[in-house]
T-cell receptor, first 113, second 114 residues
């Protein structure tokens, strides 16, 4: 059973607000990922981390930022939310073995009004 | 180029029917990994299977089976005797050896009708 948690599950927020989406895992995984999922279902990698103090931008450009100060925690921040940021955000982690499967959180559905 | 194609956007079947979800991948690497995930309405992606490029043996797990064919670059997923609880979005993904990134297909939404 995967132990990766995202909060909040749902968030409705006004334009211009700063928000942080939380992601924590208790598996000691060094790799962590953020995916943005559009209504058409496609998953886009927006950020990933190979370990503490390591963060990289993914394949889809995003105005969000991430940090990795602790192994278990990989928060995503939007400094000024806009309606175009409305989406489902999924966090995932994977273990030290190359090409092992990733474990996903339940996601945060963000709506910016 | 690395790519995963799931040409079926949505499939509807009646309960107890068999259904096959197609996955075609592209990669020039000789070592790679393939995955299937299920995304139920609750939102999280649930890992189903991992297969490496050197193992073409098909796998069966209960009502689920997977057919990996390198000759056609396909990794198809069959659900036998489908049930309403199988209704979900299913993703095929490609993992490239030596990296920690995954390339996902666009997903297939399966609706199993009672």
């Amino acid at each position: 059973e995967a132990d990766i948690y995202q909060t909040p599950r749902y968030l409705v927020i006004g334009t211009g607000k700063k928000i942080t989406l939380e992601c924590s895992q208790t598996m000691g995984h060094d790799k962590m990922y953020w995916y943005q999922q559009d209504p058409g279902m496609e998953l886009h990698l927006i950020h990933y981390s190979y370990g503490v103090n390591s963060t990289e931008k993914g394949d889809l450009s995003s105005e969000s930022t991430v940090s990795r100060i602790r192994t278990e925690h990989f928060p995503l921040t939007l400094e000024s939310a806009r309606p175009s940021h409305t989406s489902q955000y999924l966090c995932a982690s994977s273990g030290p073995v190359l090409n092992t499967e990733a474990f996903f959180g339940q996601g945060t559905r963000l709506t910016v009004v | 180029a690395q790519k995963v194609t799931q040409a079926q956007t949505e499939i509807s079947v009646v309960e107890k029917e068999d259904v096959t979800l197609d996955c075609v991948y592209e990669t020039r690497d000789t070592t790679y990994y393939l995955f299937w995930y299920k995304q139920p309405p609750s939102g999280e992606l649930v890992f189903l299977i991992r297969r490496n490029s050197f193992d073409e043996q098909n796998e069966i797990s209960g009502r689920y089976s997977w057919n990996f064919q390198k000759s056609t670059s396909s990794f198809n997923f069959t659900i036998t005797a489908s049930q309403v609880v199988d209704s979900a979005v299913y993703f095929c993904a490609l993992g490239i050896s030596g990296t920690y990134k995954y390339i996902f297909g666009t997903g297939t939404r399966l609706k199993v009708l009672a």
